[in-house]
């Protein structure tokens, strides 16, 4: 008999209540639809359902709820996403419960932390039959063939699962998860994030993408545009994302994609991430045609931490890079936002003063469109940081946090307690905030006021109190 599976987001613990609740997993329902071809698939988001505790009271009765609605599920295979290792003490909680109520199930974990740390899933008690790395589909229909075939691993096993043919990229199946967004968000998405790509050539410091295949694979653009559209007709979003590791890489595909999207006109904002010298005037001209939002990973704008990072090996040139598509998706009237992260390991005063310099003579020319948003670095296992930790230790001073995703702490709060070098210790590790804090009005009065008025709703909420953004609120912007 062929298994009937059901896939499982299963929460983060010990978060924020401020942070918000992404209301689709692509990734997961992605990889529920390609498996859904072939089985009897269910997908569930115990996040949605049942929340985020932040307590060891809260887990408690998370876990009834969680033991509750899986003695009532019906199901052989239970596939849990431990997506991020944000959600790891999510994905033992469940998998425990799991084992507790149907001891006889097969259960399979995937994502980006067991392909960064297989061997945090191998437990005593084996919770877990496979524990997958890599991309999922077709891992996840060879475990299903071999336990209708009667086959199961006596001991967890660490499964490495191919990479995706880009013919194999498939649209979502939504029936899936129209129950799930009738009942909790009145049948409509805020945001739906999608891939029309696999991949990413670059090999980024403090990313784990690396870990998986480099090479670009993706959807053709008469496919993407038709993915995009699915979305928009299904739950009609306030906004599609694209949320490709990286997003156009091959020139080509990218200019027929956008000549599409122009022709598709979507009333909805469009958002999507790239570097600087993946997008052109040409593009930009067409773009600025729709409601478009581009982010860009600037990440430092030091040449010594972007080389650090190995984010180019021309800082200068892509930092210039930068400028110029800023400036002429400014001229166009396109709303950007420019990620940077500060205290990557090796940071320093002076790299500090490098950066802040530089955002400050943009800010100096006046209004723009670009919205700097700055974050504290994260320790994640899988990236090349963490897999080089000593190097960082000896060269610079560096100190990191432990296996912070063990603890029942806030993971936005621990994996963030790096100190970046033998210079920025104890308070000096908040002087990037402090020096963000001297030029927070001259970050608000440096934009147009669609651009603060996004920049308020999607990444200052702080802002919000602002009278500019009250007086704003009620402004329709046109594209
Ligand atoms: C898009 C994206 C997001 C979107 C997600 C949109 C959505 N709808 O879910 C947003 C912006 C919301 C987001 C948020 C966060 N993200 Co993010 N994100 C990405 C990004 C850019 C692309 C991921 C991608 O390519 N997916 C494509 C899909 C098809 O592939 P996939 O996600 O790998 O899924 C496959 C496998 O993981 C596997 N799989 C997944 N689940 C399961 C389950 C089973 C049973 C099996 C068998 C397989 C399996 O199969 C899937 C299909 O092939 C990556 C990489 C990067 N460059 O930054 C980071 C990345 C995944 N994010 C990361 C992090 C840390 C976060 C955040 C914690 C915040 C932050 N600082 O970035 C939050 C956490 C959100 C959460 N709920 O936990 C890290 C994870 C590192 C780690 N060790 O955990 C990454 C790798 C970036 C990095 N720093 O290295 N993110
Ligand atoms: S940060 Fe972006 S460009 Fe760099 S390796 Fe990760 S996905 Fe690729």
């Known amino acids: 008999m062929p298994p009937k599976i059901l896939f499982v987001y299963p929460s983060s613990f010990f978060i924020s209540p ?3 609740v992404e209301e689709i997993k692509s990734p997961l329902l992605g990889l529920a639809s390609f498996v859904s071809r072939r089985y009897d698939v269910e997908y569930t988001d115990f996040e949605i359902l049942y929340g985020r505790p932040d307590s060891a009271i809260k887990v408690r009765r998370f876990e009834r709820k969680v033991a509750e609605h899986l003695s009532n599920a019906d199901f052989e295979i239970l596939a849990i996403s431990c997506w991020t290792s944000v959600s790891y003490l999510a994905t033992m909680s469940v ?3 799991a084992r507790q109520i149907k001891p006889e199930a097969l259960i399979v974990v995937g994502g980006y932390h067991p392909t960064a740390l297989p061997f945090d899933f191998v437990t005593e008690e084996k919770l877990f039959d496979y524990i997958v790395q890599g991309e999922g589909e077709y891992g996840m229909l060879d475990i299903a063939a071999k336990y209708a075939d009667g086959l199961r691993p006596e001991k967890s096993k660490i499964y490495k699962s191919p990479p995706l043919r880009s013919d194999d990229i498939i649209d979502y199946d939504w029936s899936l998860v129209d129950n799930l967004i009738n009942t909790n968000f009145s049948g409509r998405v805020g945001t739906f994030n999608l891939f029309l790509s696999r991949g990413c050539p670059f ?9 998986k295949p480099s090479a670009w694979r ?7 545009i038709e993915q995009i559209r699915n979305a928009i007709e299904h739950y009609s979003p306030a906004a599609v994302g694209v949320g490709d590791a990286c997003f156009g890489v091959q020139s080509g595909w990218r200019k027929e994609f956008i000549s599409r999207l122009v022709e598709l006109n979507p009333s909805c904002w469009i958002l999507f991430e790239t570097r600087p010298d993946y997008i052109d005037e040409d593009d930009i001209r067409k773009l600025s045609r729709l409601k478009i939002e581009i982010q860009f990973g600037v990440e430092s704008c030091s040449p010594q931490i972007l080389q650090l990072m190995n984010k180019t090996k021309h800082p200068e040139k892509f930092l210039s890079a930068f400028l110029e598509t800023s ?4 001229e166009n009237g396109i709303v950007h936002g420019g990620n940077i992260i500060f205290n990557h ?3 320093t005063k002076a790299t500090l003063n490098e950066t802040y310099s530089f955002i400050d003579t943009q800010l100096d020319r006046g ?3 670009l919205i700097w948003t700055c974050h504290g670095y994260m320790h994640f296992p899988g990236s090349e940081i963490y897999q080089k930790q000593r190097r960082y230790e000896k060269e610079f001073g560096a100190k990191f946090p432990g296996k912070w995703w063990y603890e029942e702490t806030d993971p936005f709060v621990s994996s963030r307690q790096v100190v970046p070098s033998s210079e920025l210790v104890g308070d000096e590790t908040e002087l990037w905030r402090k020096m963000y804090r001297e030029r927070e009005q001259k970050f608000k009065d440096g934009l147009t006021d669609i651009a603060f008025r996004i920049a308020a709703q999607s990444y200052y909420p702080g802002w919000s109190k ?3 953004y009250q007086e704003l609120v009620n402004f329709e912007p046109e594209p």
């Open 18 to 20: 401020l942070m918000p």
């Open 95 to 97: 998998a425990k419960v």
């Open 203 to 211: 090999r980024c410091s403090f990313c784990m993408e690396p870990l």
């Open 218 to 224: 993706v959807l053709a653009p008469e496919l993407a």
């Open 327 to 330: 400036r002429a998706l400014s």
């Open 345 to 347: 390991p090796g940071e």
């Open 367 to 369: 209004q723009s469109y």
């Open 466 to 468: 602002d009278r500019r």
